[in-house]
Nanobody
Framework: EVQLQASGGGLVQAAGSLRLSCVAS????????IGWFRQAPGKEREGVSC????????YHVDSVKGRFTISSDDAKNTVYLQMNSLEPEDTAVYYC???????????WGQGTKVTVSS
């Protein structure tokens, strides 16, 4: 059974930092792209960052480039999202997911809430 456990959210002041963690179990890390999505109140869920362990490729949406960094520790089956220079607009519930590369198979973890105060 594939499980994704997200953690690390919290309340932080603007310009502060948080690091989110997504621990995956029941899957082979190098077969999946692991991503972070977020959903702010009243808004649609949007993709934030993604990483593929097999080739090291990463993706960040324009609004977080230069501020967020996604990385993975394959030995721990964990993906991190380092979020710096946080802005109130980053307030959302953050979810991690795992997409089996080359398929439409996707798994979602529970969310972790990030609140950035101005």
């Amino acid at each position: 059974e594939v499980q994704l456990q997200a953690s690390g959210g919290g309340l932080v002041q603007a310009a502060g930092s948080l690091r989110l963690s997504c621990v995956a179990s029941g899957l082979s890390f190098d077969e999946y792209a692991i991503g972070w999505f977020r959903q702010a109140p009243g808004k649609e869920r949007e993709g934030v960052s993604c990483i593929r362990s097999d080739n090291g490729n990463t993706y960040h949406v324009d609004s977080v480039k230069g501020r967020f960094t996604i990385s993975s520790d394959d030995a721990k089956n964990t993906v991190y999202l380092q979020m710096n220079s946080l802005e109130p607009e980053d307030t959302a519930v953050y979810y991690c997911n795992a997409l089996l590369v080359g398929s439409y198979t996707i798994y979602w973890g529970q969310g972790t809430k990030v609140t950035v105060s101005s």
